[in-house]
T-cell receptor
Framework: KQEVTQIPAALSVPEGENLVLNCSFT??????LQWFRQDPGKGLTSLLL?????REQTSGRLNASLDKSSGRSTLYIAASQPGDSATYLC????????????FGSGTRLSIRP | NAGVTQTPKFRVLKTGQSMTLLCAQD?????MYWYRQDPGMGLRLIHY???????AKGEVPDGYNVSRLKKQNFLLGLESAAPSQTSVYFC????????????FGPGTRLTVT
């Protein structure tokens, strides 16, 4: 069964720290992987989308990496700010999944001022 | 552009009642999706559509029906609501299939008593 796992479920760090969020997935035959941000009571906002052929994508203070062979992706946040507090979800699209992406359950990040 | 909008934002139903959730997008996207989000379970795909007049089942379709009569609208219906359908429902759209970001609406919080 194709699954996406995000550990830990919650993370609290002081402001200014660099941090890494983890996403692991079964089955390395992925088409792409996407990282989303969700603020409380809100919808999801796409942060970064990594195609299968890419190793990483960057947007501002965010960097997402992809290692298909090990079934892992990481989202690196540099110089964290209280405004980064949110839930971060990763979602995987496998070649075999026919328009259906599978979401992890997310990591709830809290940045302490 | 309003992006993806959802109506209503909140709703409380009694068991056995019916209702329709409306999703609208103004980005001329072909693909539209309905997800439900439950605590600790991430988002799960209910139904999706790859174009006007088409619908397909996702991971958890039982108890729901959908229609895509117009390209910009995707309706999710509950014919006989059950407490197990208490959830937050998100609609999303994308330009095409693989390789394109999904854009999400703000969600509808549904409680079935």
């Amino acid at each position: 069964k194709q699954e996406v796992t995000q550990i830990p479920a919650a993370l609290s760090v002081p402001e200014g720290e660099n941090l890494v969020l983890n996403c692991s997935f079964t089955d390395s035959a992925i088409y792409n992987l996407q990282w989303f941000r969700q603020d409380p009571g809100k919808g999801l906002t796409s942060l970064l989308l990594i195609q299968s052929s890419q190793r990483e994508q960057t947007s501002g203070r965010l960097n997402a990496s992809l290692d298909k062979s090990s079934g892992r992706s990481t989202l690196y946040i540099a110089a964290s700010q209280p405004g980064d507090s949110a839930t971060y979800l990763c979602a995987v699209d496998w070649y075999s999944s026919a328009s259906k992406i599978i979401f992890g359950s997310g990591t709830r990040l809290s940045i302490r001022p | 552009n309003a992006g993806v909008t959802q109506t209503p934002k909140f709703r409380v139903l009694k068991t056995g009642q019916s209702m329709t959730l409306l999703c609208a997008q103004d980005m001329n996207h072909e693909y539209m999706y309905w997800y439900r989000q439950d605590p600790g379970m991430g988002l799960r795909l209910i139904h999706y559509s790859v174009g006007e007049g088409t619908t397909a089942k996702g991971e958890v379709p039982d108890g729901y029906n959908v229609s895509r009569l117009k390209k910009q609208n995707f309706l999710l219906g509950l014919e006989s609501a059950a407490p197990s359908q208490t959830s937050v429902y998100f609609c999303a759209s994308s330009y095409s299939d693989r390789g394109y970001e999904q854009y999400f609406g703000p969600g509808t919080r549904l409680t079935v008593t």
